[in-house]
Structure formats: structure tokens, C-alpha cells
DNA sequence: GCAATGACTTGGT
DNA sequence: CACCAAGCCATTG
């Protein structure tokens, strides 16, 4: 057998263990890929977060959005980026002039 | 098995 | 602040 959801140690799999990270970051704040690599126990994965969210399925409930890079920044790109920062704003976020987060204010989680 | 591929990060210019 | 170079690492073909 061979549970995609699951490893044969019985411990989650690495994408379910992103899911549940990202669906507990609370309303009007917002996490980087390293520290949900941190938190899911994947020190040094920040890369294959991104990339789990990236295929993650339509109409997922989580809060995908509340994810930015270790500078504050939207990584996404093109319509990606102007529907993210949409999602941002009306979850009461502000940005800086330079369209960035303050982690330090917004920051979840953020530091060790 | 090796090379290419990223919704990353850090450090330097 | 903008841009670039390296480092990083599981997933893909």
C-alpha cells in the first residue's frame, strides 16, 4: 500500500503537515515559507512549501494567502499577485509604500 | 541516476 | 530599495 497522505513511519506526510500549519495561522496575520517549513518540522524545506502550495487543490479552504517570502513580500506573480494581495488587504493587512508586509507587526510565528 | 525545476533564503553590491 | 549570486533540497522527467 502506498497512502499518499501518509508515511510508512505513520507520521503525517510532509504536505499534510504544511496543510495543517498554514490552516492555524489566525485571521489578519501572516507566516513566511521557512517558518512553516519550521513549524512542520522540515527545517530548510521553505522551497518545497511553496512549492506544496503551489499545487494545491482548487477550492482548498486554506488560507494560502497569509503566506509570504522571509522579506515581507508576495512571491507570487502576474494575476497571482494582484488576487493575493486582495485576499491580504481585506484581511485588514497593510502594506508599506513599497508593497511590502511588516513582519514584525503581521509576523506569525515568525521568529524562533 | 542525473539534470532541470521551483509560491525560498541569505548575504553582498 | 532593487538586483544578483550561491546555497539549499524534495520532486520530476
Known amino acids: 500500500m502506498n497512502n499518499p497522505d501518509q508515511t510508512e513511519n505513520g507520521e503525517p506526510s ?10 492555524s495561522i489566525p485571521e489578519g496575520k501572516v507566516t513566511t515559507y ?25 477550492g482548498s479552504k486554506l488560507p494560502w494567502f497569509r503566506v509570504v517570502n522571509s ?25 508599506t509604500p513599497a508593497d511590502r508586509i511588516n513582519l514584525k507587526i503581521y509576523g506569525w ?4
Open 109 to 112: 510565528m515568525t521568529q524562533p
Open 71 to 95: 522579506q515581507g513580500k508576495i512571491s507570487l506573480t502576474g494575476p497571482d499577485y494582484i488576487r493575493q494581495k486582495q485576499a491580504l488587504l481585506a484581511d485588514g493587512i497593510r502594506f
Open 14 to 23: 510532509l504536505p499534510n503537515r504544511v496543510y495543517t500549519v498554514v490552516a
Open 34 to 58: 521557512g517558518a512553516i517549513a519550521r513549524l512542520a518540522g522540515a527545517i530548510g524545506h521553505a522551497r518545497q512549501v511553496g512549492t506544496i502550495l503551489s499545487r494545491l487543490p482548487q
